[in-house]
C-alpha cells in the first residue's frame, strides 16, 4: 500500500464524527423526487452538493433538465449536478454516479426514530435514516475521500467527475438524455463509471457488481361510473372497475412468482450449466433473505433457485391500486377509477418494447373476457434496460484489490435484482466499462422502514472507495 494511500485510510479511521456529522446534514434533508410537495428539498439537497464539490475543490455546475408532470402539477426537475477534480492527462479518469434524492418516509410507516434524522444506535453501531444506504452514504463516502485528500494536502490518484441526480427514486427522467447530449462536452475524458448504489449480498461478506435488472413500469386504468357509488344502491347493478381491475392484476403472476403474461418468459437467456455452477458456489444462505425480510417467506427453499430469482430471471410485482378504498374502517363505497400499479423487472435478453407490447396484448385478452362495459386503459412508463457486463476488466481489478485491502477477503462477484436505469446508458453512450461498488448491506432496508447503514460499512466504505482510486492509478490497462 502507499504511503498516500495509508494516510487517507487513516484520516478515515480517526474523523469518524466528523463524517458522520456530514451524513447527518445530508439526511436531513427530505429530497423525496416522487413527492410535488417536496420538490423544493431535492432542489435544496442539489445545491447541497454543489456547494459542497466545490468547497471540496470540484469545478461544479448544475444543469437544469426542464418540467414534469407530476401528482397533477407541472414542476421544475431536479438539476443533475456535475463536478470535475483533475485534470492531469497522464491519469485515468473516473466517472463517479449517485443520485441525492430518496424514497419517501413517514414516522408513521412503522420508522423507530424520526427518518429525516440520522440516528447513531450506540448499541448496534447503526446510522439509521431515510437515504443512509440509498444512496447518500455512498455519495458521502466519495466527499470524504475528496475531504481527506484536502485536509492531507495530498492530489488525488486520479481525476474525478462527478454526475448527480435527483431522479433516480423517480425513473431518471431526463438523464438518459442529458448524458446522450452532453457525453463528449462534460464526459470526453472518462476512462470508467464507477456507482455506489447497492448492497451487499448478505450481511458478511462484501461484494462488487456487474449486472442489474430493468424495469418496465405499468398502470392500469379502469373506470366505469361518473363518481363513487354506495353498494347497497349500486351493487350488482353496475359493472365495477375493482372488481375488472382485481381479476386482471391476478392474471399477471402465480402465487408461486410465475410471470402469466404470454411471451415474457421466452425472452429469457437460457441458463448454462457453467452458469448455474455460478449461484451454486456463491457465498450465501437463505438464511440472508430471511434476516432482510423478517420473515420465512420465500419462494423456494433452494439457494440457487433464490439467487437467480434475484439475479438472472424477470419478476412481475404488483404494487398498488389508486383510488381503491385503504383506509381502515368499512366504508360501503365502490371506487369509480382504479388505477393498478405493477412493474417488471427485466433481464437480458428481454426487449422493453417487446415486453410492453406483450403486456398490452395480455391486459386487452383479459379485459375482453370481462365482458364488462367500464373502460381500461395501460399506461406503461419508459423502461429502463437490464444491464450485465464482462468484469474482466481493470476496473473491476481494481475493485477486488480494494475489497480485499480493506476487508481482508475477495469479493463475491454479483448481479443484482434492483434497476438503476441510467447504468446502461453510461455503458452504450460513453462506451466504457461501468462497475458497482457497494457500500451497505443487504439488511439495510432500503426503501423501507427503519432503512440504515452500519458505521463501520460507512467507515470501511468510505476508505474502500478511497482504496479503489489508488487502484485505478496503479492497474494497468
Ligand atoms: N439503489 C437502488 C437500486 C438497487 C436496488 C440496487 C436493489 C441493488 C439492489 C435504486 O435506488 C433503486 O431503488 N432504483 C429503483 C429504480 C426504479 C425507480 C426505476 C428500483 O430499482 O426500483
Ligand atoms: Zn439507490
Known sequence: MSENQA????????????????????????????????RAEVYKMGAWLKNRL?????????????????????????????????????????????????????????????????????ESDRLYGRGSTDDKGPILGWLNVLEAHQALGLELPVNLRFCLEGMEESGSVGLEDFVVQNKDKLFHDVDAVCISDNYWLGTNKPCVTHGLRGIAYFKLL?????????????????????????????????????????????????????????????????????????????????????LMARMRNPSLSLHGIEGAFGEPGSKTVIPHKVTGKFSIRLVPNMEPSKVVEAVQKHVESEFSKLNSKNTMKLIPDHPGKPWCTDPKHWNYEAAFAATEKIYGVRPDLTREGGSIPITLTFADALQKNVLLLPMGRSDDGAHSTNEKLDLSNYIKGTQLLGTYLYEVAAVSE
Open 54 to 122: 466545490s468547497e471540496l475543490g470540484c469545478e461544479v455546475s448544475s444543469h437544469d433538465l426542464g418540467m414534469q408532470e407530476l401528482d397533477g402539477q407541472e414542476v421544475q426537475l431536479p438539476p443533475v449536478i456535475v463536478g470535475s477534480i483533475g485534470k492531469d492527462t497522464s491519469k485515468k479518469t473516473v466517472l463517479v454516479y449517485g443520485h441525492y434524492d430518496v424514497q419517501p418516509a413517514l414516522k408513521s410507516d412503522g420508522w423507530k426514530t424520526e427518518p429525516f434524522e440520522l440516528v447513531h444506535d450506540k
Open 7 to 38: 494516510k487517507v485510510i487513516a484520516y478515515i479511521e480517526e474523523n469518524q464524527a466528523k463524517l458522520i456529522a456530514g451524513l447527518a446534514e445530508a439526511v436531513e434533508i427530505p429530497s423525496v423526487s416522487g413527492d410535488a410537495s417536496f
Open 222 to 306: 379502469i373506470s366505469g361510473p361518473a363518481h363513487d357509488l354506495h353498494s347497497g344502491v349500486f351493487g350488482g347493478v353496475v359493472h365495477e372497475p375493482m372488481t375488472d381491475l382485481v381479476r386482471i392484476m391476478s392474471s399477471l403472476v402465480s402465487p408461486q412468482g410465475k410471470i402469466l403474461v404470454p411471451g415474457i418468459e421466452e425472452q429469457v437467456a437460457p441458463l448454462s450449466d457453467d452458469e448455474l455452477k455460478v449461484y451454486d458456489a456463491m457465498e450465501f444462505s437463505i438464511s440472508d433473505i430471511d434476516n432482510s425480510t423478517g420473515s420465512k417467506s420465500t419462494i423456494s427453499d433452494k439457494k440457487s433457485d433464490v
